[in-house]
């Protein structure tokens, strides 16, 4: 996937590049971002990308000419042509669903916010959707971009191993991921529980089917109203 990412702190994307799955997809070909500095498209010597707006008020606003230079090489670059998206909160709510969405995407251009935001003229010529990653206003678009990233390289196959699957996530079945153990057997008193440790994978899948199911009851319920819950899932629910 080739991602192109449009922000006047291209360091920051340096926790995407150089850590983690992320950075693994990155040395295997397999996710390629590219940022693209607003500050390279000034003319000015402050290299000026922002200026008070107009009608008052505190804060500043990013400028429209240096943002729309720089969106469209960052298309250039990520191949001519993607789906632009300013990272905002005024956009719609990033969700599992919609990330998988993006994951189908070739290519995404990525915009991101400083100040009181983006000259609105922009968002309308250039912007093809808004997405926002929760109901609280961040400093900048930096890590709403790289949330989105993360979450969608993800699901990109080939990018987690076997052992990784994006498929038994959180959200990936419609519930929260069930709770995990590793060595020791026993940690302050608490031992692991013992289907785990007989290795009978039937009841293994079952014991984390339920677990699973019971902990969506009780700290995601909203997450089981819109879904049908199959006969074994009643089963084990209701034991
Ligand atoms: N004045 C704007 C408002 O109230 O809607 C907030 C501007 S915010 C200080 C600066 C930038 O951070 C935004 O342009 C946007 O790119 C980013 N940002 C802030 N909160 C965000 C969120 N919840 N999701 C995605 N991006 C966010």
């Not at 240096?66 to 670059?77: N, T």
């Not at 990784?164 to 995990?180: I, N, V």
Request: net charge negative.
């Amino acid at each position: 996937m080739r991602i192109g990412a449009v922000t006047i702190f291209p360091e920051m994307f340096r926790a995407i590049t150089d850590y983690g799955v992320t950075s693994r997809a990155v040395s295997e070909g397999l996710l390629q971002l590219e940022t693209v500095n607003p500050r390279a498209f000034t003319a000015d010597r402050h290299r000026t990308v922002d200026d008070r707006p107009y009608g008052g008020g505190p804060g500043m606003v990013m400028k429209p000419e240096p943002l729309e230079a720089a969106l469209d090489s960052a298309v250039d670059a990520v191949g001519g042509s993607a789906r632009v998206v300013y990272l905002s909160p005024q956009g719609r709510l990033l969700d599992q669903s919609l990330v998988e969405a993006l994951a189908e995407e070739p290519a995404l251009v990525l915009l991101s916010g400083r100040y009181e935001g983006v000259d609105e003229r922009v968002i309308e010529a250039r912007v093809d959707d808004e997405i926002s990653i929760g109901d609280y206003v961040l400093s900048g678009g930096e890590l709403a971009s790289m949330v989105l990233v993360d979450a969608v390289v993800r699901q990109i196959p080939g990018v987690l191993g076997h052992s990784q699957s994006a498929a038994e996530d959180s959200f990936a079945d419609g519930l929260l991921d069930c709770p995990h153990y590793t060595r020791p057997e026993r940690f302050h008193d608490r031992p692991v529980p013992e289907v785990l440790l007989q290795g009978d994978h039937e009841r293994i899948r079952r014991w984390r089917l339920k677990a699973s199911l019971e902990r969506t009851l009780a700290r995601r319920p909203d997450l089981l109203e819109g879904r049908v819950l199959s006969k074994e899932e009643q089963e084990l629910l209701a034991e």
